[in-house]
């Protein structure tokens, strides 16, 4: 029913041929390979490159289709999160055209899905970001539709440091937005990435929106969050959201689990579901990024078949 996996970004350091053995070996059916331009990270858990798009050649095609079908785990989606609405003009074009990539090597492989963001200009307000998307996300979307690729957009807000403030960099943040863009925009391709813990520290319910957004859910993140109420109360909502909230494990923060997983087979959801580990209580060593891809997947199998 639903297909248990993880994101590989946590797993930087290992091979595609690697991170595949350890979702084989540890019972995860998918895994979502990132597949960022080979080259230096501009963040945490960013510039990871499990699949090289610019390399992707019909013996590379069959390297990676072979050793999917012999591990028997498949790839839930292709990942890579820039901001394709970055101010600087030049820097966007890159972006949106390594997206543009992507989609076709989806195509090549088979796979389904790519999931990215919608990116945001930080210094503009909504209204301004949602007319330059409404110029620039046409195009990328019609690319996904001539290959038969959905686009999944992830729902975090990109809004955590001092050069993403205020308004962070993707717009794609709450159900207001989101109905807005698919207004603009209202093709099947594209839909939504649903991760429900950006909506928890945004103090807001992370279950109902499944409901209302069923039509658009191509792929799931599970990220658990802490909200710490003792830091809230000191900074405020106008705060740097990480002074009062720490992205966990699932299981270890506030989300609503059972709702969650309630909701997505209320909805006949089938599809991935799909680990995100970025918690800095297990990044001390490898060996504890593992025990958090494996603790977490001791903890979501009480809501799986």
Known sequence: MLDLGFVSAILAEKSFDEVIEFAAKNQFKCVEIMCWPVGKAERRYAGVTHINVDELDNNKVSEIQTALAMSHVYVSGLGYYPNPLDPDEKQAEVYVDHIKKVIRAAARLGVGVVNTFVGRDPSKSVEDNLKKFAEVWPGIVKIAEENNIKIGIENCPMLFTRDEWPGGKNLATTPAIWKKMFEIIPSPAFGLNYDPSHLVW???????????????LFHIHLKDVKVYPEKLNEVGI????????????????????????????????????????????????????????????????????
Request: contains cysteine; hydrophobic residues 35%.
């Open 202 to 216: 945004m103090q807001m319910d992370e279950v109902k929106p499944i409901y209302d957004f069923k039509e658009k």
């Open 238 to 305: 106008m705060a740097y959201p990480l002074d009062y909230h720490s992205p966990k494990i699932p299981g270890l923060g506030d989300v609503d689990w059972r709702g969650f997983f309630s909701a997505l087979t209320s909805v006949k959801y089938r599809g991935p579901v799909c680990i995100e580990v970025e918690d800095k209580a297990y990044e001390g060593s490898q060996k504890d990024v593992e025990a958090a891809i494996l603790t977490s997947r001791n903890y979501i199998r009480q809501f799986l078949a």
